[in-house]
């Protein structure tokens, strides 16, 4: 069973639409979190939650907001789609009481045109 | 959380031990050595990390020097499938107002040769 999955894999939208991606986790962490990977291979956090509470939020623009219905599961819903949105975003989950390691999903690749 | 530096590329035979070396001069008391990789168009994979003693598991090896402002990771006896990019991280476990924040750099693309 896939540890952290996201779901689409692939999507490609046309620039204004609204798109989600949704994330859930099977290994009972209490912490998720979306990265996003650009063009040029960077990593960079967006979103931390622990226990459904946003704990990291790395000045994303407010198009991007993420909802954590419960512990397993972190969805990110974007408005607005813009080219520069383009990127492959990944979702990830740990334990706080573990030692936090952090396990990643295998990305959602978003297009933007 | 602090810097890291890394050669941008190596490359290994198949079946010779690959040694990723990582520079973290800056590192506090408290902060950690990870390692991750990331294989061409798959998420990143944890492979190790460690404080101050030598670490090992399944997948590697992690050698940290004693005033900690080095780190090594071995892969034995790498083979093609290892071929990815190589990120050393340094980060609190836990706590703080890091918390959960992994700064990813460039890494070292490490190539895995017949």
């Known amino acids: 069973d896939t540890a952290v999955s996201q779901t689409p894999k692939y999507l490609v939208t046309q620039m204004g639409n609204d798109k989600s991606i949704k994330c859930e986790q099977n290994?009972?962490?209490?912490?998720m979190y979306w990265y996003k990977q650009d063009s040029k291979k960077f990593l960079k956090i967006m979103f931390s939650?622990?226990?459904?509470?946003?704990?990291i939020n790395e000045t994303v623009p407010n198009r991007f907001s993420p909802k954590s219905p419960d512990k397993a599961h972190l969805n990110l819903h974007i408005n607005s789609l813009e080219l520069g949105d383009s990127a492959v975003y990944f979702c990830a989950s740990s334990q706080k009481s573990s030692g936090n390691t952090i396990y990643f999903g295998e990305g959602s690749w978003l297009t933007v045109v | 959380d602090a810097k890291t530096t890394q050669p941008t590329s190596m490359d290994c035979a198949e079946g010779r031990a690959a040694n990723l070396p990582c520079n973290h001069s800056t590192i506090s008391g408290n902060e950690y050595v990870y390692w991750y990789r990331q294989i061409h168009s798959q998420g990143p994979q944890y492979i190790i990390h460690?404080?101050?003693n030598n670490e090992t598991n399944e997948m590697a090896s992690l050698i940290i020097t004693e005033d900690r402002k080095s780190s090594t990771l071995i892969l034995p006896h790498a083979t093609l499938r290892d071929t990815a990019v190589y990120y050393c991280i340094v980060r609190v476990a836990a706590g703080g107002t890091s918390y959960g924040k992994l700064t990813f750099g460039q890494g070292t693309i490490l190539t895995v040769h017949p």
């Open positions: 290994l009972g962490h209490d912490t």
């Open positions: 460690g404080l101050k």
């Open positions: 939650y622990n226990n459904k509470e946003l704990i």
